[in-house]
């Protein structure tokens, strides 16, 4: 299905590429990218930005940001469209594709370049950072563009900005605050290999389950909870269903803008600038708002009478020592950097 998929959105972005070659009007075919030159002689370009979610998400909302900031940072010669929902394919199918004019731009967590890249598993490493001052220092820094370029470099992409998304954290329907109350527990977590070596190294019962199908298991009682960032679980109106909310802090994922390297390298140097600029730019608002929310959403869910529970972190952390040596060694140096970079406060 995923194969027929990705063909029937090859050849449209294949005929949109003929139809912009053949339309006149300036128009010029660029691997189905809508390139035009200007009344002033200056090209002008309109993106496809694709996007799994809606307005309100942490990705839609950075993109929307990055979007209206490069309208702005080239006078209006960069039009980028959004394109939610994942109404021009799943995140993988679009990645395959942006070669190929199904988009120009995506933002997605690092993570999902993993099938390119094993460095994009750090993005789901257990225990990295302190908190958002840390995550923020990192992603912000020479090491952050280091870590973009290398996973680009093998993947073939460009990676920009580095949006704060808050932890993830544990819901669950029964009381749990403690490493050893894990033992056992069975909570839906993502289908990728480093949550799912997370959730055993706590000696629970991982289910890889999509997201839509976890209220229903939870209401069922076919797992017990679930991990996932805050305002994301209150999106999903988790807490109709799971009471208890433990402040694990597990994983600090992060969101970036994602580009076809090839493409972005033939563009000109004032819009590769202005790509950055927007990208850092974006991330930066929006990181500063989702702090906000998160904080906003621990307040709504205390209103409501859930049970916020706050763990030893520093205890959960030593427990993980060794593993990404045992499970991951070819990210353990990388993983060692980031927590250097903690200055303790």
Known sequence: MKKRLFASLLATAVAASCLTGCGGGGAQSDGGKDVKAGGDGETTYTWKMALNSTGGDNAYDTAEVFANKMKELTDGRVNIELYGGASLGTTSEVLEGMSYGVADVLCESVGTLATFSNLANIDAMPYMYNGYDHFMDV??????????????DAAGFRLFGGTYRGPRIVTSTKEMSKIEDFKGFKLRAPNLEVYLKTWQWLKATPTPLAMGETYTALQQGTVEGQENPMVDSMNYAVQEVCKYWIKT?????????????????SLPEDIQAAVEEASNYASKEISEQQLEASQAAEAKLKEIGCTVIEVDTKAFAAYFDGFADENFPYLEDWANKIKAMDDGE
């Open 139 to 152: 992603w912000s820094s020479d090491f952050g563009q280091e870590m973009k370029r290398t996973i680009g």
């Open 249 to 265: 802090n597990h994983v600090y994922s992060c969101n970036v803008i994602i580009m076809d390297k090839t493409y972005f390298d």
